[in-house]
């Protein structure tokens, strides 16, 4: 009797220590596959484990990747700032710059001549920062806002019908405004403004034929409505030179 409780004891014990080398064999059969299965995906991975070389390589790989992202981001700092400006503040981010630009250009078309009147004028670099920031900056942004609702395209032909309004529409008119308000606050009246304006308007058009339309293709083609005006304010740059020189010329008598 004790014999028999012996071997089927025996037995028990045989067949739970063969359940659980089964279950353990499944266990790491299950591992060895999911292991095998994120190495078949990645092989470098398996190449990584085996070569610490590389995978020191890649950390200071990422090191110096993060690094220069941090020195890129520094770099853009201030293109970031200006477009978010642009985005949240649009008005006064392109009459602010449209503004700073006129500011430079008047002064160095008043440096190219004072080697003969030996002066700045302050009052008339004043009157050109006044007229950027509250005339030119707001106009560029409604009217190449508009242009864009018009004609969305920026193929060729469509570049070519923007540049022929702006020529046509745009550029005379604000040209004819930029006279009158700086004969205006030079003291000039209504009579003495329209002599003026018989005397300069045609030539400085004419003039701005060799140089604006190139300009514009450009602006209208290739670059983002948000950044027209940003884009024509900085070719403005080289014309306002020109065109606050016209409009320092002395009143007609």
Same mark, same amino acid.
């Given at each position: 009797?004790?014999? *028999?409780?012996?071997?089927?004891?025996?037995f028990?014990?045989?067949?739970?220590?063969?359940?659980?080398?089964? *279950?353990? &064999?499944?266990?790491d059969?299950?591992?060895?596959?999911?292991?095998? *299965?994120?190495?078949?995906?990645?092989?470098?991975?398996?190449r990584?484990?085996?070569?610490?070389?590389?995978?020191?390589?890649?950390?200071?790989?990422?090191?110096?990747?993060?690094?220069?992202?941090?020195?890129?981001s520094?770099?853009?700092?201030?293109l970031?700032?200006?477009?978010?400006?642009?985005?949240?503040?649009?008005?006064?981010?392109?009459?602010?710059t449209?503004?700073?630009?006129?500011?430079?250009a008047?002064?160095?078309?008043?440096?190219?001549?004072?080697?003969?009147s030996?002066? $700045?004028?302050?009052?008339?670099t004043?009157r050109?920062?006044a007229?950027?920031?509250?005339?030119?900056?707001?106009?560029?942004h409604?009217?190449?806002?508009?242009?864009?609702?018009?004609?969305?395209?920026?193929?060729?032909?469509?570049?070519?019908k923007?540049? &022929?309004?702006g020529?046509?529409? &745009?550029?005379?008119?604000?040209?004819?405004?930029? &006279?009158?308000?700086?004969?205006?606050?030079?003291?000039?009246?209504?009579?003495?403004?329209?002599?003026?304006?018989?005397?300069?308007?045609?030539?400085?058009?004419?003039n701005?034929?060799?140089?604006?339309?190139i300009?514009?293709?450009?602006?209208? *083609?290739? $670059?983002?409505?948000?950044?027209?005006?940003?884009?024509?304010?900085?070719?403005?740059?080289?014309?306002?030179?020109?065109?606050?020189?016209?409009?320092?010329?002395?009143?007609v008598?």
């Amino acid at each position: 009797m004790n014999r *028999k409780c012996k071997s089927i004891q025996a037995f028990i014990t045989n067949r739970c220590l063969l359940r659980f080398s089964e *279950k353990q &064999f499944l266990v790491d059969a299950s591992h060895v596959t999911e292991q095998w *299965k994120y190495y078949s995906r990645s092989p470098f991975q398996l190449r990584k484990i085996r070569n610490p070389k590389i995978s020191s390589s890649l950390n200071l790989s990422s090191h110096s990747h993060s690094n220069s992202s941090n020195s890129n981001s520094t770099k853009i700092g201030f293109l970031g700032w200006y477009l978010a400006k642009l985005h949240s503040h649009p008005l006064i981010t392109k009459g602010v710059t449209t503004s700073l630009i006129y500011v430079a250009a008047d002064l160095t078309s008043q440096m190219i001549a004072s080697e003969y009147s030996g002066s $700045i004028d302050l009052k008339r670099t004043l009157r050109m920062a006044a007229y950027g920031m509250l005339v030119l900056g707001p106009t560029q942004h409604f009217w190449f806002n508009s242009m864009s609702k018009v004609l969305p395209q920026r193929d060729t032909l469509t570049s070519l019908k923007k540049l &022929f309004m702006g020529q046509a529409i &745009f550029g005379p008119c604000i040209t004819s405004v930029f &006279f009158s308000y700086n004969a205006a606050l030079q003291g000039e009246n209504g009579a003495q403004i329209v002599a003026r304006l018989k005397r300069d308007l045609l030539p400085t058009l004419v003039n701005g034929l060799l140089y604006w339309p190139i300009c514009d293709f450009v602006t209208y *083609k290739y $670059i983002p409505v948000h950044l027209q005006p940003l884009v024509n304010s900085s070719c403005s740059y080289v014309w306002t030179i020109y065109l606050t020189y016209m409009a320092s010329l002395t009143k007609v008598v």
